[in-house]
């Protein structure tokens, strides 16, 4: 606009010196109307539901009262080594075969289809994701929407894993479990192995699904079928797999400031929805795991002192049993997650390790 404005004033001034001011030319046509643009999403509705400070300051409060943001005790040995070297799910987690899961850099590789770096493959620690506890934080399970489409696609609440089922590592990749913005726990939270299937199996401490199959009980599988006279109830058929999911019971509405959201304590509001009062109790459990674990030691499979297994080798039976009993011990909903499973897999391992 400045250099067309200058013109016009060199034109004028040169007009008045050497002669008549030529005619304006004609104005253009009207350019043709463009088409409407797609409807705006209602930011009202949509956008301020979720995005506010409140809801933002909600989220980080609770975050930290809750286990994944716990920087769990580093080991501190000294450099004498005459103290104890006190394991951390950090301090030897950070290698091939666990990042997937412990640590934050681990898991976004793995969402985003990078090949898991191997680093050095030091006995300790695996220098390619850092040493020390790698806290489950914001960006670990939240990136960028996938869809601005709720109605139609649902909320992904710009989870790295939201509306795309999970396939599962153990039975195997074929068994998929979609359960919408809870597909982001069910990553993390499956075991890694598969129930004994040989004559004899030699047991150890390390004998078991791996410290989290919270999704797999929830679905119903991955116990150990030993055939006893309790039936299993059909995969995918208990209410709170059907009825409610892990971020209905973990992240509902606070009870009393301490649980819910993202401290992914159950809150007894989520229960509320079903039951008339907070149930505690799986009917039986404690009694029954007790009669199994007497049982378990009596076959040599359980040391009670040491609180795990012993290293014999059992047979078939009794290994089935004991898987069982790791998975509910581990599991650690004392078989809420799935009763009528849990009740199945107590009353008939019972009987595989009579
Ligand atoms: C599929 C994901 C996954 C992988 C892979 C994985 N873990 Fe875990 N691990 C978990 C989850 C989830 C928990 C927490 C479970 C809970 O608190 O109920 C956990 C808990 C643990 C704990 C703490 C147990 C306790 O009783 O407090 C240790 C130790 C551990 N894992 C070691 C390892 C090691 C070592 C590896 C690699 C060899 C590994 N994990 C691989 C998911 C995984
Ligand atoms: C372990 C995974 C995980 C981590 C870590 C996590 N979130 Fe979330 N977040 C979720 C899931 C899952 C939902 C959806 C919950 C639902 O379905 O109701 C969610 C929902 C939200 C929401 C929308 C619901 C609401 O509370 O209004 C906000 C905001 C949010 N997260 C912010 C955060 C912030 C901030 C942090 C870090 C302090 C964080 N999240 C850490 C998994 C996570
Ligand atoms: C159901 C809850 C929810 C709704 C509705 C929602 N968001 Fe989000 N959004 C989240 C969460 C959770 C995060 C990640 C954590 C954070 O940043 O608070 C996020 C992150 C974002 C980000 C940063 C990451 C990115 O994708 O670039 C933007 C931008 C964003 N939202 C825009 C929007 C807009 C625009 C709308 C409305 C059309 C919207 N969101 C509706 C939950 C929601
Ligand atoms: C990146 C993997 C990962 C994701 C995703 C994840 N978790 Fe975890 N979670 C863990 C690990 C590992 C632990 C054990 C503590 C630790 O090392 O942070 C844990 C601990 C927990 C605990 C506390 C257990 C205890 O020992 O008291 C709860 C409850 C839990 N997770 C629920 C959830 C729910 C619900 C979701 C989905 C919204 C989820 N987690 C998503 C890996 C994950
Ligand atoms: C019907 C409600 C419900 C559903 C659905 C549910 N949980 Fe739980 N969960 C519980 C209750 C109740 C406990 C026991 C808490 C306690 O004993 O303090 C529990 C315990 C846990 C624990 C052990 C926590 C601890 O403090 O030791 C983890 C981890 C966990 N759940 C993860 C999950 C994951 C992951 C999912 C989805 C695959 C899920 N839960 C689905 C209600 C539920
Ligand atoms: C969607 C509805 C629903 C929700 C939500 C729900 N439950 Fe349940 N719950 C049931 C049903 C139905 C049963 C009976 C077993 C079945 O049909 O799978 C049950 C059974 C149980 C049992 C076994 C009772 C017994 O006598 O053995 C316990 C314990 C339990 N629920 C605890 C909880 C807790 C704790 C919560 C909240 C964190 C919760 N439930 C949330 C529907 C629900």
């Keep these: 606009m400045i250099l067309a404005s200058s013109l016009m004033f060199i034109q004028c001034t040169s007009s008045l010196d050497e002669g008549p001011q030529g005619l304006a030319g004609a104005n253009g046509q009207n350019g043709v109307d463009g088409t409407d643009g797609v409807d705006g999403v209602d930011g009202t509705a949509e956008c301020i539901a979720c995005h506010n400070v409140q809801n933002k300051e909600h989220a980080q409060a609770s975050y930290l009262l809750s286990v994944h943001a716990q920087e769990t005790l580093h080991a501190t040995q000294n450099a004498a080594k005459t103290e104890d070297f006190i394991l951390t799910t950090s301090?030897?987690?950070?290698?091939?075969?666990?990042?997937?899961?412990?640590?934050?850099?681990?898991?976004?590789?793995?969402?985003?289809?990078?090949?898991?770096?191997?680093?050095?493959?030091?006995?300790?620690?695996?220098?390619?994701?850092?040493?020390?506890?790698?806290?489950?934080?914001?960006?670990?399970?939240?990136?960028?929407?996938?869809?601005?489409?709720?109605?139609?696609?649902?909320?992904?609440?710009?989870?790295?894993?939201?509306?795309?089922?999970?396939?599962?590592?153990?039975?195997?990749?074929?068994?998929?479990?979609?359960?919408?913005?809870?597909?982001?726990?069910?990553?993390?939270?499956?075991?890694?192995?598969?129930?004994?299937?040989?004559?004899?199996?030699?047991?150890?401490?390390?004998?078991?699904?791996?410290?989290?199959?919270?999704?797999?009980?929830?679905?119903?599988?991955?116990?150990?079928?030993?055939?006893?006279?309790?039936?299993?109830?059909?995969?995918?058929?208990?209410?709170?797999?059907?009825?409610?999911?892990?971020?209905?019971?973990?992240?509902?509405?606070?009870?009393?400031?301490?649980?819910?959201?993202?401290?992914?304590?159950?809150?007894?509001?989520?229960?509320?929805?079903?039951?008339?009062s907070e149930p505690t109790e799986v009917t039986g459990y404690a009694a029954d795991m007790a009669t199994l674990q007497g049982l378990l030691v009596a076959k040599g499979a359980f040391d009670a002192t040491a609180d795990a297994f012993t290293s014999n080798t059992v047979d078939l039976k009794v290994a089935q049993a004991a898987w069982n009993f790791a998975l509910l011990r581990e599991d650690r909903s004392h078989g809420i997650h799935n009763p009528n499973y849990a009740k199945a897999l107590l009353k008939n391992s019972i009987e595989a390790a009579q």
């Design 91 to 276: 301090d030897y987690t950070n290698r091939t075969g666990c990042v997937e899961c412990h640590t934050s850099g681990g898991y976004i590789d793995k969402m985003n289809g990078v090949t898991l770096k191997t680093g050095a493959g030091v006995a300790e620690h695996d220098p390619a994701y850092p040493a020390g506890k790698q806290a489950i934080t914001c960006t670990t399970c939240h990136d960028k929407h996938s869809t601005f489409d709720f109605a139609n696609d649902g909320f992904d609440f710009a989870l790295r894993q939201a509306l795309r089922p999970v396939a599962l590592t153990a039975p195997n990749a074929n068994y998929t479990i979609d359960m919408g913005s809870s597909n982001t726990c069910v990553n993390c939270h499956q075991p890694r192995g598969i129930p004994p299937t040989t004559a004899t199996v030699k047991l150890s401490s390390r004998f078991g699904p791996h410290h989290g199959p919270q999704s797999t009980l929830l679905e119903g599988i991955q116990g150990a079928l030993y055939v006893g006279s309790t039936a299993y109830p059909v995969p995918g058929s208990a209410t709170h797999r059907s009825g409610a999911s892990c971020t209905a019971c973990h992240m509902g509405e606070t009870t009393n400031g301490t649980d819910g959201a993202h401290s992914w304590h159950p809150t007894e509001n989520a229960c509320l929805a079903c039951h008339s």
